[in-house]
């Protein structure tokens, strides 16, 4: 288990891309869970399908944070194909922060900003041979 995360021989930007990878993950999910009171006040979570709207927003919240933790391992092993899947995954979490702005959550801003530090830090010059030969 402790393999899983070692970084010995890692770049230290991708040591740091993954911190930071971690790190939204964290904030995602805490500031998904401090706007969840805003979309249980909806009316259409009072609709026969608010539940489902509920436990499925729950659940993408969770998901999205538990798949950037497992690429994020993966990018410390070295598997070029997570940071290539972790840089749609930002993309699309960049795509959601214009809402993210408009709506005033400085919790899902940070996050947004964490991921395109994370992002840029993993395709730096100095990570390639870290990919390379793995």
Do not use: E, K
């Not at 702005?101 to 996050?111: E, M, N, P, R, T």
């Amino acid at each position: 288990m402790s393999q899983l995360f070692s970084t010995v021989g890692v770049p230290r930007v991708v040591v740091a891309s993954f911190w930071i990878w971690i790190a939204s993950a964290a904030l995602g999910l805490l500031s998904f869970f401090v706007g969840l009171p805003a979309l249980l006040a909806n009316p259409a979570v009072s609709a026969p399908t608010g539940p489902g709207i509920v436990i499925g927003s729950i659940g993408g919240a969770v998901i999205g944070a538990l798949l950037r933790v497992v690429l994020g391992l993966f990018l410390l092993r070295g598997a070029n194909w997570s940071r290539i899947v972790l840089t749609i995954i930002g993309a699309i979490v960049l795509l959601g922060l214009l809402a993210t702005v408009f709506a005033g959550d400085l919790i899902g801003l940070l996050s947004g900003i964490a991921v395109l530090v994370a992002a840029v830090l993993m395709w730096l010059p100095s990570a390639r041979f870290h990919f390379r030969r793995a």
